[in-house]
């Protein structure tokens, strides 16, 4: 369970609900290039100090480079500042346990899932994010991907979550008999997100079909908008899901990686994420069996018209 600091902070949305200047305007590309390279500096110094006994040296680094000037050009900007996001993840740290179900394996993991997330706050933290199920799925900003995977618009592919006893038998019946045919994911629990998002998805979908070579499937996507509730139950259950988080606000999405390794394409896809880290349009992580995409604020509306071109509006 998440710690109790870290639950009241989130479930409020009065932190970052209010209007105030876009906090990415001093923040360069480069900027997150030095950013993204102290992150991964960090993860060598700490990595010496992952035991139980280590942990309030762990604690005093974190703490120490966090609200120092190599990191502090992107958690500067974020609802609280450096110091906040340093508590933060105080916590996640604290609150540690490792199992299966996480992609975080181990703490350095963790620590460098939620450094990198904090990219997506940065970006978009501003927002109030969706507080329940019912205002995600009523949000009149989201999309519903099952309407337009119906109108033939969608190049990507997803499965949605088994939600009955037939349903989630058959699901186990298909896994036993075809074994690889789907990656092995839960499926999505909300098939909306942002315009945005799906733009994106389409455009990585038709560039992956088009330098793939062989028998390859098409872009799989298991994760989209998520609610600040759902967000909950995931940590309950053990997932690394971070707070704040980019898929609460509606810009994130996760997207298969390991099962592509069966047709020698998660090489390719790989490079298609990163280039499009490298023009400055997401936010990416590594998160072993998915990765995590979040759009920047640099490539929305560009995506937003994209969107409405593919609508033929």
Not at 47 to 73: F, N, Q, S, V
Not at 150 to 169: C, E, M, P, T, W
Not at 203 to 219: E, I, K, M, S, Y
Request: charged share 25%; net charge positive.
């Amino acid at each position: 369970m998440p710690s109790q600091e870290v639950a009241r902070d989130v479930k409020s949305p009065s932190r970052t609900s209010g209007k105030r200047p876009d906090p990415t305007s001093g923040v360069s590309m480069p900027d997150l290039v030095r950013y993204r390279a102290a992150v991964a500096d960090l993860l060598i110094e700490v990595a010496g100090h992952a035991g139980p006994d280590d942990l309030p040296k762990l604690e005093t680094i974190l703490t120490d480079r966090m609200t120092g000037p190599e990191l502090g050009t992107v958690l500067g900007t974020l609802p609280g500042g450096a110091a906040e996001a340093a508590a933060r993840l105080r916590l996640e740290v604290r609150d540690y346990r490792p199992n299966n179900r996480s992609s975080a394996r181990d703490l350095s993991a963790l620590i460098r899932i939620f450094l990198l997330s904090r990219i997506d706050i940065m970006w978009w933290g501003h927002l109030p994010g969706y507080p329940t199920d019912a205002a995600l799925w009523n949000s009149p900003e989201l999309v519903d991907l099952d309407a337009l995977r119906r109108n033939g618009v969608l190049r990507f592919r997803y499965r949605r979550q088994a939600d009955s006893l037939v349903s989630r038998a058959a699901r186990a019946a298909e896994r036993r008999i075809w074994p690889h045919r789907t990656p092995r994911t839960a499926g999505l629990r909300f098939a909306r997100t942002r315009p945005e998002v799906v733009a994106l998805l389409n455009q990585l979908a038709v560039d992956f079909a088009r330098r793939r070579t062989g028998p390859t499937p098409p872009l799989w996507v298991t994760s989209l908008a998520r609610s600040l509730e759902h967000q909950h139950r995931l940590r309950a259950l053990g997932y690394a899901a971070m707070l704040p988080s980019g898929h609460c606000l509606g810009y994130a999405v996760d997207i298969e990686m390991s099962w592509f390794r069966r047709f020698d394409a998660h090489g390719l896809l790989a490079a298609l994420l990163l280039e499009r880290q490298g023009w400055g349009d997401v936010n990416v992580i590594d998160e072993g069996q998915a990765w995590h995409v979040c759009v920047s604020p640099r490539a929305a509306s560009r995506l937003r018209r994209d969107f409405r071109t593919a609508l033929g509006g």
